[in-house]
């Protein structure tokens, strides 16, 4: 079983700073894509970034050139570095990992989200 932990979410004021951790333990052989989403009040969940095991990033257009994901494969641990936040950026943010497991089966886990709260 995979379980996957978000951490860094909280309160911050517009132009601010945060950065959001999620680590990935449990039994599984490696981890492929890691993603970071989420979900306004009122809104549908939205993929924000992505970051293959080679390293390639997406990004959804209006977190560009302000948020930057990263991966340190030897953690199992997926970043979100998020600046210049805006109060839009206020969210449930949440990791989805996929991995195999020793019989190459894919398997799609999400953890329980984290706040981020953009005001003043």
């Known amino acids: 079983q995979v379980q996957v932990v978000e951490s860094g979410g909280g309160l911050v004021q517009p132009g601010g700073s945060l950065r959001l951790s999620c680590v990935v333990s449990?039994?599984?052989?490696?981890?492929?894509?890691m993603n970071w989403f989420r979900r306004a009040p009122g809104k549908e969940r939205e993929m924000v970034a992505s970051?293959?095991?080679?390293?390639?990033?997406f990004y959804r257009g209006a977190v560009k050139g302000r948020f930057t994901i990263s991966r340190d494969n030897a953690l199992n641990t997926v970043y979100l570095n998020m600046n210049n936040l805006k109060p839009e950026d206020t969210a449930v943010y949440y990791c989805?990992?996929?991995?195999?497991?020793?019989?190459?089966?894919?398997?799609?886990?999400w953890g329980q989200g984290t706040q981020v709260t953009v005001s003043a």
């Open positions: 989805n990992v996929r991995s195999r497991d020793s019989n190459y089966k894919s398997i799609d886990t």
């Open positions: 970051i293959t095991r080679g390293d390639n990033t």
């Open positions: 449990g039994t599984f052989s490696w981890l492929e894509d």
